[in-house]
């Protein structure tokens, strides 16, 4: 039995990796010389096509095809033509025949001999440019043609059949060894270049025919071609100037060349000029040469990756926005949220644009959605799913938190297990460094709202978020609307209503009759109402505060109806129209003495300002 090399295991590595890059390789070769060899394709190739491939060549540029026939026309003016000759002779006879008066010479003379034939100049430049054309295409030809060859004899040589690792993994080394060597990529770049300027020597040798047998015609082709030029010096040059320019010509690489190799042979002879005579330049001169250095070896390849790596934050900032939004799938959509933690936390990503975090929230809301109202999704995978989510919040620097919590607001809460969830908001406040401490009053206000007379946990967090006695809740759950007044007071009063995300949890609160409520929360109402007007009217127009009011307002129109303190500018009919709702002076405070709170030990009153408006905008209308 034959025993492996204990080297076996890495040339076959080396041998199965370099199979899968040559395969590669020589497939970017193949492409190359067929594009050529379609383009120079000979005409008597394409009569062959049958079928579709009659109608492909027939679409197909055959440019040699198309120089030959037009060669074979302009040859003729390069030989004298019999016809000139004979006109000639012709017209010799002729006026011999009219003028009879004119004495016979006995020899011929020299006036009967044709002048010595001489081409016009614009056919000698016209043939010498389409031949030279017709032979550069063609050369072209021939050299893709030898090009699939190499590339079959390549993985021949490379990929033997049942032979042992080792020798597999040094044949293949040692030919691409060679491969570099004797730059055969260089060759591979120069066959399209040489097709180009094969076409554009071709369009020189036209423009010079054409004007010399009709200007018109002339100056038609010649506009077409002078744009032609531009966008192809355009398409050249971009790549240069432009790292991460998709359009590329074959010339691209021989002018980035050029742009090093010319600066690189001045610098050279200045600095063995300056090593002579002005020594203390030599090291400047030659620190400079060694950049053009590294510009001719490094070739637009590394350019374009140091291009990447200045851009690096952008680059990063489009993989992930990019990922997020083509997902649509929500279990492949769960993956790629639980990896972004680790992908910020990275050492190699760094300084991700804030636009591109805001793309980001967008799916994130649109999932934990989906998620928080399908009845296929369990509630435990509910709550780690959200944790995901607030796991990459957390992780923003723009104010995705803020979104996040305000389209959690918009939750169908009735149909949501939430219980579970509320003991994992409350858990969350640790987690998130006091983050979410603004937010969790408002979802757990949502939950107290939507859902009636829940389970325990339901009924843990209604105590906790009203702060009143199990007796009171239950003399709240059996007096009409009592809860959602109750829910609506303790919120207001305690949010930091300086936020946007104050005014969407009021506005996504059910709506209730205020009138069938207990009394003492109705005065408990009128409190509030004046702790928010006060602070509306030391604010400016428009400003949150100031909207609290216009949600909550027919609240306090329905309380206050035939009353001293009932509002006189809330006429819906011009209020709108006039903006007078979005102004503090609009909202009245209620002064009947009736309306005055007693009841403290029902609810908590906060006699406390709230935090003044000092925390950023969420960017939230």
Same mark, same amino acid.
């Given at each position: ?178 491969? $570099?060597?004797?730059?055969?990529? %260089?060759?591979?770049? !120069? #066959?399209?270049?040489?097709?180009? *300027?094969?076409? /554009? &020597? ?113 680059? $990063?900032?489009?993989?992930?926005? %990019?990922?997020?939004? !083509? #997902?649509?799938?929500?279990?492949? *959509?769960?993956? /790629? &949220? ?119 946990? %339901?009924?843990?967090? !209604? #105590? ?158």
């Amino acid at each position: 039995m034959k025993v492996g090399h204990s080297s076996d295991p890495l040339f076959t590595m080396y041998a199965n990796f370099a199979e899968e890059e040559d395969k590669k390789m020589t497939k970017r070769w193949t492409k190359d010389a067929d594009g050529i060899i379609i383009f120079v394709r000979p005409l008597a190739e394409a009569n062959l096509c049958t079928g579709g491939d009659l109608l492909y060549a027939k679409q197909t540029t055959l440019f040699s095809a198309v120089v030959a026939v037009l060669v074979a026309v302009s040859v003729q003016d390069l030989r004298p033509n019999p016809q000139d000759t004979s006109s000639f002779y012709l017209e010799k006879l002729y006026q011999l025949q009219a003028d009879t008066n004119v004495p016979r010479p006995s020899t011929p003379s020299a006036m009967a001999t044709p002048p010595a034939f001489s081409p016009p100049r614009y056919a000698v430049w016209v043939n010498s440019l389409w031949f030279l054309s017709l032979v550069i295409s063609l050369s072209c030809a021939m050299l893709a043609t030898l090009l699939q060859q190499w590339s079959r004899r390549y993985l021949t040589i490379t990929q033997p059949a049942r032979c042992e690792p080792h020798k597999r993994a040094r044949a293949r080394a040692f030919f691409a060894i060679g491969v $570099d060597k004797f730059h055969v990529s %260089w060759v591979v770049e !120069a #066959l399209p270049a040489l097709v180009h *300027l094969s076409l /554009f &020597i071709f369009f020189a040798g036209l423009l010079i025919y054409l004007f010399n047998i009709h200007h018109t015609v002339f100056k038609v082709v010649v506009c077409w071609v002078a744009l032609l030029t531009t966008v192809y010096g355009f398409i050249t040059f971009m790549p240069i100037f432009w790292h991460d320019s998709p359009y590329y010509s074959p010339l691209s690489t021989t002018l980035w060349f050029l742009l090093g190799i010319i600066p690189y042979a001045v610098l050279k002879g200045l600095e063995i000029i300056a090593r002579r005579y002005v020594s203390r330049f030599a090291y400047s001169i030659f620190l400079l040469r060694e950049r053009f250095g590294q510009w001719i070896s490094g070739g637009l390849e590394m350019a374009a990756e140091e291009a990447r790596w200045k851009r690096q934050s952008e680059i $990063d900032g489009h993989i992930l926005g %990019w990922t997020a939004n !083509a #997902l649509d799938e929500d279990d492949a *959509l769960e993956r /790629f &949220i639980e990896m972004i933690p680790g992908f910020y936390k990275s050492d190699i990503v760094k300084d991700i644009p804030e636009s591109v975090e805001w793309s980001i929230v967008g799916p994130l809301a649109e999932f934990m959605d989906r998620t928080l109202e399908s009845n296929s999704v369990s509630g435990s995978d509910k709550t780690r799913r959200l944790a995901l989510c607030f796991d990459v919040v957390n992780e923003l620097r723009s104010d995705g938190l803020d979104y996040l919590f305000s389209c959690l607001v918009r939750v169908n809460w009735s149909g949501v297990e939430s219980g579970e969830i509320g003991y994992f908001l409350r858990s969350l406040d640790k987690s998130s460094k006091g983050r979410s401490t603004p937010f969790i009053p408002g979802i757990i206000a949502q939950i107290v709202a939507h859902v009636r007379e829940g389970d325990d946990l %339901w009924t843990a967090h !209604a #105590l906790d978020h009203l702060g009143v006695q199990e007796d009171v809740l239950r003399n709240y759950l059996t007096q009409g609307d009592s809860l959602s007044l109750a829910n609506l007071i303790q919120f207001t009063r305690h949010a930091d209503r300086s936020r946007s995300f104050a005014f969407f949890v009021v506005i996504n609160l059910p709506e209730f009759d205020i009138c069938n409520t207990l009394p003492e929360l109705q005065h408990d109402f009128c409190a509030m109402w004046n702790q928010v007007v006060q602070e509306a009217q030391s604010g400016d127009a428009n400003s949150r505060p100031v909207k609290i009011l216009h949600v909550i307002r027919h609240y306090y129109i329905a309380l206050h109806r035939g009353t001293g303190a009932a509002p006189t500018a809330f006429s819906e009919d011009t209020a709108l129209s006039d903006n007078i709702l979005y102004q503090p002076s609009s909202y009245p405070l209620c002064n009947l003495p009736s309306h005055r709170s007693n009841n403290v030990h029902d609810l908590p009153v906060a006699e406390a300002t709230p935090p003044a408006a000092t925390s950023s905008s969420s960017g939230i209308p």
